[in-house]
């Protein structure tokens, strides 16, 4: 199983970018997929998350600027991402909880996408 992140960029503060992650290869479903982020010389850090049923959550930071959201049937996740800030430089992350048969469950991390935000 791959998950591939595609969507990053430069971007000016207060432009717009939409990540996108799709999971491809033995798939049979997912259960909670999310975006992390790490910036240089920091931890990574949960940036939003949404689970099979749509129910999604965001760190504080990111809230009312950022919107996750899923397509269930092309295994996909996407962070749309509005006022962008030069805080939200760092490179992005999926993360998916993969199923490969109804009870089999693995955890899986994309490639990671830069997101830069400067004028």
């Known amino acids: 199983v791959q998950l591939v992140e595609s969507g990053g960029g430069l971007v000016q503060p207060g432009g717009s970018l939409r990540l996108s992650c799709v999971a491809s290869?033995?798939?049979?479903?997912?259960?909670?997929m999310a975006w992390y982020r790490q910036a240089p010389g920091q931890q990574r850090e949960l940036v939003a998350s949404?689970?099979?049923?749509?129910?999604?959550k965001y760190v504080d930071a990111v809230k009312g600027r950022f919107t996750i959201s899923r397509d269930n049937a092309k295994n996909a996740v996407y962070l749309q991402m509005n006022n962008l800030q030069p805080e939200d430089t760092a490179v992005y992350y999926c993360?998916?909880?993969?199923?490969?048969?109804?009870?089999?469950?693995?955890?899986?991390w994309g490639q990671g996408t830069q997101v830069t935000v400067s004028s």
């Open positions: 993360h998916g909880e993969i199923l490969h048969s109804p009870n089999y469950e693995y955890e899986y």
């Open positions: 290869g033995n798939v049979y479903g997912a259960n909670t």
């Open positions: 949404i689970t099979k049923t749509s129910s999604t």
